[in-house]
């Protein structure tokens, strides 16, 4: 490899993929505002609602009917049912599969 100005390290040689024996660090965009429960949170694009919540220390927001027991996130993939939350008016919505939008507005309970 031939060294160059990129601060990530030096240049592959002709022919390899640009991230060839080197690790490569995530740039993720600017974040954007969300409300939760009336409280203003910082989403990044590209994250679910669920990762939102998550990311913000909350995690769980909804119990059994019996027994009141715990629920948030549980499988990730949309398989079960227990991290529904509202957004923007719209209940039932599986928190793991919604996209978080710049201005939504999410209720947990």
């Known amino acids: 490899m031939t060294s160059s100005p990129d601060p990530h390290g ?10 060839a024996g080197r690790l490569v660090g995530a740039r993720p965009e600017p974040g954007f ?4 429960d009336g409280r203003p949170v ?13 990311a913000n220390g909350v995690r769980s927001w909804r119990t059994t009917r019996l027994g009141g027991r715990p629920r948030g996130l549980f499988c990730g993939i949309g398989v079960c049912f227990d991290c529904l ?25």
Do not use: F, K, W
């Not at 910082?42 to 919540?53: E, H, K, N, Y």
């Not at 923007?88 to 947990?108: F, I, K, W």
């Open 85 to 109: 939350v509202t957004v923007n008016g719209e209940p039932s919505l599986r928190a793991c599969q919604t996209e978080a939008r710049p201005g939504d507005e999410v209720r947990t309970g």
């Open 10 to 19: 030096p240049v592959p040689p002709a022919g390899e993929p640009p991230h």
């Open 33 to 36: 505002p969300i409300t939760v």
């Open 42 to 54: 910082m989403a990044v694009p590209g994250q679910t609602v669920g990762a939102v919540l998550y």
